[in-house]
């Protein structure tokens, strides 16, 4: 049984991106520059802004943090996302979700240029992704195929089980795996399906993308199955300083001794998601000049 370390293949790519933006840097005189906007107090999701801006710093790309209280307009944070827009030093654009309940998500990450979604949640930069086009690729999914390529995980007539189907995983991730360079047979299951538990047995990979601790039990998957751990669920816990621990969405002990391959958690796929960011903030940078980003190295 393999485990799937994100956390090790993400040190890699981050090394790895690291140098391109200083090749970046020496070309064109700055650095990829990259904004965070950060609204209210969730302590999620101020933590995944703290861990973004560190990598910024690791990275040698430029970080722009802007924070607003909860009580913000729709009108005001839609403002400055326009600033952020025309902003020259700025190529990466990330809102962090979720939103308080009277800001339109949609509205948000639809004034973002396409060219600067970084997130790749752009309507446009879906689109792309849905019809194989060249875009901005969202980070969670691409993180996941980063990691069935670098352990080797063939995805070509397999048939996958996305359990979840936000706009965010579930959805882009569908839409990665049906192109023609992947070849999967996919399955998308939600709070709606109707026995879960047969879709997932009937799935050679399987992606949990729940948002709930155990989900995904050991009866539910079949031998030898890849197994892809999405979920980052707060459990209190008080043997730690924090007061919780992270659990994924898929019994990870019982798993083990059934699957060939599992994603920890922490570890797996959460650290992709912040590499993938910066690699497409590099990325974004590159478009941005005019610059085919393979001069600086294989992408
Ligand atoms: N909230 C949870 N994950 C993400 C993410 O990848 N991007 C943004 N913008 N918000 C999130």
Not at 132 to 141: E, S
Not at 198 to 225: F, P
């Amino acid at each position: 049984m393999l485990v799937l370390s994100g956390k090790d293949l993400s040190e890699k790519i981050k090394a790895e991106t690291a140098l391109k933006c200083s090749l970046f840097e020496k070309k064109f005189s700055r650095k990829p520059g990259r904004a965070v906007v950060l609204v209210g107090d969730n302590p999620a999701s101020q933590t995944y802004v703290k861990s973004k801006k560190k990598a910024c710093e690791e990275l040698g790309i430029a970080h722009l943090d802007v924070e607003f209280k909860s009580d913000i307009t729709q009108n005001q944070l839609l403002d400055c996302v326009h600033e952020l827009n025309e902003n020259p030093m700025v190529d990466g654009i990330l809102v962090q979700m979720p939103l308080p309940s009277h800001i339109d998500e949609l509205a948000v990450t639809q004034t973002i240029s396409p060219d600067k979604d970084v997130d790749g949640f752009h309507p446009q930069n879906i689109g792309k992704l849905l019809l194989g086009q060249k875009g901005l690729v969202a980070c969670t999914p691409k993180g996941i195929l980063r990691i069935l390529d670098h352990y080797n995980i063939e995805t070509s007539g397999k048939d996958v089980c996305i359990v979840g189907r936000s706009n965010i995983v579930g959805k882009p991730m569908a839409a990665l795996l049906m192109q023609k360079d992947r070849n999967a047979t996919v399955t998308v299951c939600h709070s709606k399906t109707k026995d879960l538990a047969s879709y997932v047995k009937r799935a050679d990979i399987v992606i949990a993308a729940v948002g709930r601790v155990n989900a995904i039990t050991e009866d539910m998957v079949k031998d030898g199955a890849v197994v892809i751990d999405v979920g980052i669920n707060r459990v209190p816990d008080e043997s730690k300083k924090s007061g919780f621990a992270l659990k994924g969405d898929v019994d990870f002990d019982a798993l083990c001794k059934k699957v060939s391959a599992i994603t920890p958690v922490p570890g797996g796929v959460g650290p992709m998601t912040i590499c993938m960011l910066m690699e497409n903030t590099f990325l974004a940078a590159c478009y941005r000049e005019g610059a085919d980003p393979s001069i600086f190295g294989e992408v």
